[in-house]
């Protein structure tokens, strides 16, 4: 039973501890899950929960539901953090959750962070979820099937949760500041915007608007007993947005995908964006700088050469001067490659050509082209017959350099736009001039030329 002191009174506690919704009517967002006749509302509702994991960014409401559960639950209900709890704590609740099943009763366990268990921690409640002694809920920002386990993960439901919209977040900050529990208690009045500002602010992490509106009244301007709050007051206490970004979590991903689909799909500004978000929240420049100079080949290929070389110089000086001066050639190479002509051959070829390379594994070199550094290779025939072309006029030869259950195979097929245009040409004209030459060597190998005996 939790035990009350001086020091732990709701008036000393944060705004948004104070404000936690106690009901699902307190409740704000979630409409997907929470709204009259949803799934999650109705189990909650006919305390009819099972194992679920609760996935969502941070303060939109995971650990609130799971204590409005608490309050609704005949099960006995234990508080666990991941934060602060290990195996030996694990097993303890374990069993006091065997003993409660063989007295009939259930036990429901919340693990808050529970991404931040490793994979022994997260075994060790299996077995227990399995046989019923207990119901788990989770809580994590990071996506379940990257961070829970698969076996423990098939035994839940995961319920996502969404940042809560502007709308509901002005209103949660409209109540704050009538309700008693809030600072209803003071006259405390705020200049027009204000709370809409916060709601914009607060990038849909209701923690984060309150605690925005508690320091913007602890900061207010305090005249004849009232308590006033203006955009200038709300400018200093938000000088600095705090971005989010996990650089190992799912968000990682997410961005850098939206970084190079936005170059892929022309769309400098994007891109430009993206490429912000990522470096403003603290991503390595080193990372973005590797990533774009894959998109370089994969996306622009000879369509623009050019894009390789400006992204292996952005690499560089992102690793000779780093951050923050660094943003502005990283900002460079990012517009540079949006906008170059697209062209994803290069990619298709090696996709192509690595098929056959695992399925065809043995496939041996042919003789001609074998590499002959002793004399027994030599009479082995490594080499013979290899044509050097630069010997010809044209600098081509009908040589066969593929093996012969890959003979006509074609890789490289180059498209029609920026300088590939010319590549295309090339490889035509090479193509032709080896069809050619070899189809006049074929026949005179089989004497039909009048000068194959020559």
Not at 58 to 76: D, Q
Not at 128 to 135: A, H, L, R, Y
Not at 314 to 339: D, K, N, R
Not at 411 to 428: M, Q, V
């Amino acid at each position: 039973m939790e035990q009350h002191s001086f020091f732990n009174q709701e008036e000393t506690q944060p705004l948004a501890a104070r404000l936690r919704p106690r009901t699902l009517e307190e409740f704000f967002g979630q409409e997907h899950l929470l709204g009259k006749g949803k799934v999650l509302r109705r189990l909650i509702e006919s305390d009819q929960v099972s194992s679920m994991i609760f996935w969502g960014p941070p303060g939109v409401g995971k650990t609130t539901l799971a204590r409005i559960i608490a309050g609704r639950t005949k099960s006995t209900f234990i508080d666990f953090s991941a934060v602060t709890s290990g195996i030996k704590e694990i097993r303890v609740v374990m069993q006091q959750a065997e003993k409660n099943r063989e007295y009939g009763r259930r036990t429901m366990v919340f693990v808050d962070e529970i991404h931040r268990f490793n994979k022994a921690q997260q075994d060790a409640f299996l077995p227990f979820v399995e046989k019923g002694s207990i119901i788990l809920i989770g809580a994590t920002t990071e996506n379940p099937s990257f961070e829970v386990n698969g076996a423990l993960l098939s035994r839940c439901k995961v319920f996502v949760l969404h940042p809560l919209s502007p709308e509901n977040v002005t209103a949660l900050l409209s109540r704050a500041v009538n309700d008693p529990r809030g600072f209803g208690g003071q006259h405390v009045t705020l200049e027009e915007g204000v709370l809409e500002h916060i709601a914009v602010f607060s990038n849909g992490d209701a923690r984060s608007a309150l605690s925005t509106l508690e320091m913007a009244v602890l900061n207010g301007d305090e005249k004849d007993g009232a308590i006033h709050v203006s955009r200038e007051t709300l400018k200093q206490c938000t000088s600095r947005k705090s971005l989010l970004y996990d650089k190992k979590g799912e968000e990682h991903y997410n961005l850098i995908s939206a970084l190079h689909k936005s170059m892929r799909n022309s769309d400098a500004d994007a891109a430009v964006y993206w490429l912000a978000r990522m470096l403003e929240g603290g991503e390595d420049p080193l990372y973005i700088a590797r990533r774009i100079t894959r998109f370089a080949s994969e996306d622009i290929g000879l369509a623009d050469p050019n894009a390789l070389g400006v992204t292996i110089a952005a690499y560089q000086a992102c690793h000779f001067i780093g951050m923050p001066e660094c943003a502005v050639h990283l900002t460079q190479a990012v517009v540079y490659l949006s906008l170059a002509p697209k062209s994803n051959s290069i990619d298709r070829a090696y996709a192509k050509a690595r098929q056959d390379a695992l399925s065809m594994l043995d496939e041996p070199v042919p003789l001609v082209i074998r590499n002959a550094p002793t004399r027994l290779m030599k009479e082995l025939d490594y080499g013979k017959g290899y044509q050097y072309a630069h010997d010809t006029e044209e600098k081509l030869t009908t040589m066969q350099c593929l093996p012969d259950s890959l003979l006509g195979r074609t890789y490289y097929e180059p498209g029609d736009h920026g300088l590939e245009t010319k590549f295309k040409a090339r490889l035509e004209y090479i193509r032709e001039w080896k069809k050619a030459h070899e189809d006049r060597t074929s026949s005179e190998e089989d004497g039909s030329s009048p000068n194959a005996h020559e």
